[in-house]
């Protein structure tokens, strides 16, 4: 959340000044045909059909505590603070495969048959856009569902006035856009990021610089549209989309979805480092077989992801702080392309960890998961956190949403806090202090106050 003290700017509205939810919720979806989008719109409707709960989502099952202890006040975080109702999303989005939603889900096999087959007639009515897409960016897929336009600000202007007619026949109230699309090849902010003039002159240039994923970002933001990054691509993340999204007033986020491994990592490392215990290697690998997999099969998209999951454990351990514990340790993280497993990624940790006088301990980790039953709840949280954000007044960078990203966004002189449990403690306080409640600070010194 951007705040200042000193200028009324990025603040947030007062208690009980939050907008409500009022009308339909627009939720456009880059990537929209992809294994995150499908299993995420099947499983909304899904709930909302009584097929299914939704496990896995803070924003619909989780609690927040209110006051001390010994008042036991946790009520649900969605009558805690007004929500967007999940019979009031309505789904749109773009891809590169022209297939609707019930195809694609049946294609993914993430969800059983049986159940996307109850819910044929409603998915088959949600196909998505034309994409924004070059092959330059993502050089593993190929498809032909694709905007043309001689250079990258009619893309962008093609995507605006996609919006423009989706809200329009869709009667929705609002929009929110999360980045479901594939990892990009590997960029570095460079000039044309450095400012909005630079940025806009890039587009109408045809900047090598500005990939599919940062159209969709500016178009987003030019409309006012909250906006979340799912993958690793620098996205919104760049100085010039950050500025526009203040200047725009719309609250951003990212990057790349917490999903399997690294939330993990995100688990575990803070228990080793709150102990003490020192690390001298933590080696991962993954295989899976999705297009997420093909896609990463690229060693130029790889190496975005790569950049992604090993600065985890930097920010985690904090070597410069406990140089005799983590000052020395090798990483290594590898992903390999399975097309039999699908879906279901299997990882495997081996962590060398050394505790009292040196002596060499270790942790071995497999887990088995499904990426898109992971990331589906995720995609909820985001689009409706973030509309809340809009609501609310907040814009800029939403760092209280780090909870949900292996990469989080976060201020220029800050380091991003990868810790999930201080991530989801900043995120409920974020939420009680939207609602003018006490923050929690688990002090507890007054509950035995004997004076």
């Known amino acids: 959340m951007a705040t200042t003290n000193k200028k009324k700017k990025n603040t947030i509205k007062e208690k009980n000044n939050i907008a409500p939810p009022k009308g339909k919720l627009g939720v456009l979806l880059p990537g929209m045909s992809g294994a995150v989008s499908t299993t995420f719109i099947a499983g909304v409707e899904a709930i909302k059909a009584g097929l299914g709960k939704p496990i896995g989502s803070l924003t619909q099952l989780g ?8 008042e036991k006040k946790s009520p649900l975080i969605k009558d805690f603070i007004p929500l967007c109702n999940l019979e009031d999303l309505v789904f749109a989005g773009w891809d590169i495969f022209p297939e609707n939603s019930y195809e694609a889900a049946t294609k993914s096999g993430v969800l059983e048959k049986s159940l996307v087959d109850e819910l044929k007639d409603t998915l088959q009515d949600t ?3 034309p994409a924004v897409f070059s092959r330059k960016y993502v050089k593993n897929l190929k498809g032909n569902h694709l905007k043309r336009g001689k250079t990258k600000m009619d893309l962008a202007e093609q995507l605006i006035d996609d919006r423009k007619k989706f809200k329009k026949d869709s009667g929705v109230d609002r929009l929110v856009m999360v980045w479901c699309g594939s990892t990009e090849v590997y960029i570095q902010a460079s000039e044309v990021h450095s400012s909005i003039k630079s940025f806009e002159e890039g587009l109408k240039n045809n900047h090598p610089g500005i990939p599919p994923s940062m159209i969709y970002a500016y178009a987003a933001i030019k409309c006012g549209i909250p906006y979340a990054n799912g993958a690793p691509n620098l996205s919104a993340d760049v100085p010039a989309l950050t500025k526009l999204a203040i200047k725009k007033k719309v609250p951003i986020s990212g990057k790349d979805f917490k999903t399997g491994q690294t939330l993990m990592k995100t688990i575990l490392a803070p228990g080793l480092k709150s102990r003490m215990l020192g690390l001298n290697g933590w080696f991962s ?6 297009r ?9 998209s790889f190496k975005t992801k790569e950049q992604s999951k090993l600065s985890v454990l930097e920010y985690l ?3 410069d702080l406990y140089p005799d514990l983590y000052s ?3 990483h290594k993280v590898r992903i390999n392309y399975y097309p039999p497993r699908g879906d279901e990624k ?4 081996n962590i060398d960890i050394f505790g009292w006088l040196g002596y060499s301990m270790q942790i071995k980790v497999n887990f088995l998961c499904r990426d898109s039953i992971l990331a589906a709840p995720i995609v909820l949280d985001l689009v409706t956190f973030l509309d809340l954000a809009g609501r609310a007044g907040m814009y800029g960078i939403q760092e209280w949403l780090s909870f949900y990203f292996k990469s989080p966004m976060h201020g220029e002189n800050l380091y991003p806090e990868h810790d999930v449990f201080i991530q989801l403690m900043k995120l409920k306080n974020t939420l009680r202090y939207m609602q003018g409640e006490e923050l929690i600070t688990h002090l507890g010194l007054d509950y035995y106050d004997v004076a």
Do not use: C, S
Request: hydrophobic share 30%.
């Open 63 to 70: 609690t927040i505590r209110i006051g001390k202890r010994t």
């Open 127 to 129: 196909a998505p856009m």
């Open 285 to 290: 690998t993954n295989i899976l077989g999705n």
């Open 292 to 300: 997420d997999g093909e896609v990463l099969d690229d060693p130029y």
């Open 317 to 319: 351990f904090q070597p």
């Open 328 to 330: 020395d340790y090798y």
């Open 346 to 349: 299997e990882a495997w940790d």
